[in-house]
């Protein structure tokens, strides 16, 4: 009797189909595709599980042990799992093999329990991946590790690492040594025992946000010691990053810097004691400058005192006395034709030295204490001593003075006039100028005052005499001192060309003595 069995036939062809298409998918996969008996035997691998055994086809394996392509080491281990998956239960095992040319590789097994058709056996179907570049990569990152953390050890610096969310797994021997503590009572969050409580908020915000960013940390704080004492210290911390900028652990290290707090300290406290000395002897100095300037204000008076004292003597006085000799002179001259021609010359020639020496004695006594000044005013005075300079020296003066200026006080008036007639006196004396000029110029509240030559110069070293409060010869120290108490400057220009004196002063204000006034400045 007949039976269609078409539909076997398909199924048949089907199972084939799909059987062959697993085979190759097996084959063409790059990992190790094998099943193990339950007592070691190899009953089949694809060609990727060949080619890491080293053997040149299947042949050269199937039917062989496989325990003897397990290294030595870990045989025993492979064994007792290709047992326990073969009772039935899932697994994995890393373990090396070496291939039949010797070469050593470390493996992965991903291993489930299957039933064998033909021996109706439950025997081991296993993936193997080849994890050897990964293990070399890990042994060298423990060797890495064993050197950072052996060169960590031995730094002077307290040391540690933190995984990427801070908790910390690992500390340097100083950091124990200088703590007293153990790792139990460190681990993760344990380092917090260890800080300053009123510091310890501030320290946990600043690391929760460099954790949270990324951000390394930096910060001085201190550290209590085996000892309880607390010391100071800088606090660095960088993050590991792999390829991909992930943070894979935290290296951080705590620097001792009390010492140099401390010093920092005593140098601070040595400046500000030395500020203060220093601020104290400024005080003396001030004061003593001060006194200086009081006694130098009184000195000026009392010779400006003594001028119009001694002028006043010189006219009233010898003044009067050669008058009277004159007239007597006079008396005698009258009667001269009675005398023989040797006397009566003489008295010819004594009466022009009395009369020069009365016009000396004039002269002098004006310019001791001019009393045109005080009668005509400051212009006049001016005029007037620049005619006689003029006449006593040979060098011509031109004048630019203000035809509306009015009355001065009287300090003012005298230290111009005195500043005029000193600057006069230098041209004559140093500057071989054969002009001067003299020029006043108002300019709201403040008159200036310009004396200018055309003579050789003052010479750089002198300048740099002038520029010092008590280097600059008498003349202008004195010229300095008149304005100080007027609230006033003096500037001197000199080049080769010429010199060009500027004194500034406020054209009725009188400063009481003492008070802080500008000095000198010199213009090269």
């Given at each position: 009797?007949?039976?269609?069995?078409?539909?076997?036939?398909?199924?048949?062809?089907?199972?084939?189909?799909?059987?062959?298409?697993?085979?190759?998918?097996?084959?063409?996969?790059?990992?190790?595709?094998?099943?193990?008996?339950?007592?070691?035997?190899?009953?089949?691998?694809?060609?990727?599980?060949?080619?890491?055994?080293?053997?040149?086809?299947?042949?050269?394996?199937?039917?062989?042990?496989?325990?003897?392509?397990?290294?030595?080491?870990?045989?025993?281990?492979?064994?007792?799992?290709?047992?326990?998956?073969?009772?039935?239960?899932?697994?994995?095992?890393?373990?090396?093999?070496?291939?039949?040319?010797?070469?050593?590789?470390?493996?992965?097994?991903?291993?489930?329990?299957?039933?064998?058709?033909?021996?109706?056996?439950?025997?081991?179907?296993?993936?193997?991946?080849?994890?050897?570049?990964?293990?070399?990569?890990?042994?060298?990152?423990?060797?890495?590790?064993?050197?950072?953390?052996?060169?960590?050890?031995?730094?002077?610096?307290?040391?540690?690492?933190?995984?990427?969310?801070?908790?910390?797994?690992?500390?340097?021997?100083?950091?124990?040594?200088?703590?007293?503590?153990?790792?139990?009572?460190?681990?993760?969050?344990?380092?917090?025992?260890?800080?300053?409580?009123?510091?310890?908020?501030?320290?946990?915000?600043?690391?929760?946000?460099?954790?949270?960013?990324?951000?390394?940390?930096?910060?001085?704080?201190?550290?209590?010691?085996?000892?309880?004492?607390?010391?100071?210290?800088?606090?660095?911390?960088?993050?590991?990053?792999?390829?991909?900028?992930?943070?894979?652990?935290?290296?951080?290290?705590?620097?001792?810097?009390?010492?140099?707090?401390?010093?920092?300290q005593s140098l601070s406290e040595a400046r500000d004691q030395l500020e203060k000395r220093v601020e104290d002897r400024t005080a003396e100095l001030k004061a003593a400058n001060e006194s200086l300037r009081d006694l130098s204000v009184r000195l000026l008076k009392v010779q400006d005192e003594e001028r119009r004292k001694l002028a006043r003597e010189l006219h009233d006085s010898v003044g009067q006395i050669l008058a009277a000799l004159s007239m007597n002179i006079s008396v005698v001259q009258s009667r001269s034709h009675k005398l023989d021609p040797v006397a009566a010359r003489a008295v010819l020639e004594n009466a022009q030295l009395v009369q020069q020496a009365s016009s000396e004695i004039r002269t002098l006594s004006y310019l001791l204490h001019p009393p045109v000044l005080e009668i005509a005013g400051l212009v006049s005075a001016i005029r007037w001593y620049a005619d006689g300079f003029s006449e006593r020296s040979k060098i011509k003066v031109d004048l630019e003075l203000p035809s509306d200026l009015d009355r001065l006080p009287d300090d003012i008036e005298l230290a111009i006039f005195r500043i005029i007639q000193e600057c006069l006196t230098n041209v004559h004396r140093h500057s071989g100028s054969s002009t001067a000029e003299i020029r006043i110029q108002q300019q709201g509240s403040r008159l200036i005052i310009r004396v200018r030559d055309n003579g050789k110069g003052i010479p750089l070293e002198k300048q740099l005499e002038l520029i010092g409060s008590s280097r600059g010869g008498v003349g202008f120290a004195g010229m300095r001192e008149r304005l100080r108490q007027l609230d006033g400057t003096l500037e001197i220009q000199s080049d080769p060309t010429g010199t060009v004196v500027t004194a500034t002063l406020a054209a009725g204000i009188t400063h009481p003595a003492g008070e802080t006034a500008n000095e000198t400045t010199l213009s090269p």
């Amino acid at each position: 009797m007949a039976r269609d069995i078409t539909a076997q036939r398909r199924t048949e062809a089907a199972l084939r189909e799909s059987e062959e298409r697993f085979r190759a998918i097996v084959q063409a996969t790059p990992e190790c595709v094998k099943v193990v008996g339950p007592d070691g035997t190899l009953l089949a691998m694809n060609s990727a599980g060949c080619g890491m055994v080293e053997a040149d086809s299947d042949a050269d394996v199937i039917g062989a042990s496989v325990y003897d392509l397990i290294a030595p080491e870990f045989r025993q281990r492979f064994m007792e799992f290709n047992q326990n998956v073969c009772g039935g239960n899932k697994g994995q095992v890393e373990f090396q093999i070496v291939g039949l040319k010797g070469t050593r590789r470390w493996m992965e097994t991903h291993a489930v329990p299957m039933r064998d058709p033909s021996s109706s056996q439950t025997v081991q179907l296993a993936v193997t991946r080849d994890i050897t570049a990964r293990k070399e990569a890990e042994e060298k990152l423990r060797r890495s590790e064993e050197e950072l953390r052996a060169l960590a050890d031995s730094i002077p610096q307290l040391a540690w690492m933190a995984n990427p969310d801070g908790h910390i797994f690992w500390y340097n021997h100083g950091w124990y040594d200088y703590t007293g503590t153990t790792f139990d009572q460190m681990e993760g969050w344990g380092w917090k025992t260890v800080h300053d409580p009123e510091l310890l908020p501030l320290v946990l915000e600043r690391w929760a946000e460099s954790v949270r960013t990324g951000t390394p940390f930096e910060m001085e704080f201190p550290l209590r010691g085996a000892d309880g004492v607390y010391r100071w210290f800088l606090t660095r911390v960088r993050p590991f990053r792999d390829p991909e900028g992930t943070i894979t652990r935290w290296f951080g290290t705590n620097t001792n810097i009390d010492e140099q707090r401390q010093l920092l300290q005593s140098l601070s406290e040595a400046r500000d004691q030395l500020e203060k000395r220093v601020e104290d002897r400024t005080a003396e100095l001030k004061a003593a400058n001060e006194s200086l300037r009081d006694l130098s204000v009184r000195l000026l008076k009392v010779q400006d005192e003594e001028r119009r004292k001694l002028a006043r003597e010189l006219h009233d006085s010898v003044g009067q006395i050669l008058a009277a000799l004159s007239m007597n002179i006079s008396v005698v001259q009258s009667r001269s034709h009675k005398l023989d021609p040797v006397a009566a010359r003489a008295v010819l020639e004594n009466a022009q030295l009395v009369q020069q020496a009365s016009s000396e004695i004039r002269t002098l006594s004006y310019l001791l204490h001019p009393p045109v000044l005080e009668i005509a005013g400051l212009v006049s005075a001016i005029r007037w001593y620049a005619d006689g300079f003029s006449e006593r020296s040979k060098i011509k003066v031109d004048l630019e003075l203000p035809s509306d200026l009015d009355r001065l006080p009287d300090d003012i008036e005298l230290a111009i006039f005195r500043i005029i007639q000193e600057c006069l006196t230098n041209v004559h004396r140093h500057s071989g100028s054969s002009t001067a000029e003299i020029r006043i110029q108002q300019q709201g509240s403040r008159l200036i005052i310009r004396v200018r030559d055309n003579g050789k110069g003052i010479p750089l070293e002198k300048q740099l005499e002038l520029i010092g409060s008590s280097r600059g010869g008498v003349g202008f120290a004195g010229m300095r001192e008149r304005l100080r108490q007027l609230d006033g400057t003096l500037e001197i220009q000199s080049d080769p060309t010429g010199t060009v004196v500027t004194a500034t002063l406020a054209a009725g204000i009188t400063h009481p003595a003492g008070e802080t006034a500008n000095e000198t400045t010199l213009s090269p």
